[in-house]
Nanobody, 114 residues
Framework: VPLQAFGGGLVQAGGSLSLSCVAS????????MGWYRQAPGKQRERVAV???????NYENSVEGRFTISRDNAKNTVYLQMNSLKPEDTAVYYC?????????WGKGTQVTVSS
């Protein structure tokens, strides 16, 4: 399942960015989709997940600031990031998951300046 993430960039603290990730194929609606991030020197961490049924879950530090959503007709998952902080700086990765597969896209850099 090729995944392509878009939307990273440089933003000042307090600003917003929107990430999107497009999946190939016809089974997108069956995937649990997630956004993960990895900051320099740190382990990759889960940021937000949305299930095939639309249930969402967020990492504590982004709760209330980030919103994950999906559009099954467009095979796309989104991450709206508001009130960005310097500690949100990381490479953000898109993930597609089912019990039988686990795919990762190439990351997109998000840099938040103070």
């Amino acid at each position: 399942v090729p995944l392509q993430a878009f939307g990273g960039g440089l933003v000042q603290a307090g600003g917003s960015l929107s990430l999107s990730c497009v999946a190939s194929g016809s089974s997108f609606r069956f995937y649990t989709m997630g956004w993960y991030r990895q900051a320099p020197g740190k382990q990759r961490e889960r940021v937000a997940v949305i299930t095939r049924g639309g249930s969402t879950n967020y990492e504590n530090s982004v709760e209330g600031r980030f919103t994950i959503s999906r559009d099954n007709a467009k095979n796309t998952v989104y991450l709206q990031m508001n009130s960005l902080k310097p500690e949100d700086t990381a490479v953000y990765y898109c993930n597609a998951y089912t019990l039988s597969m686990d795919y990762w896209g190439k990351g997109t850099q998000v840099t938040v300046s103070s």
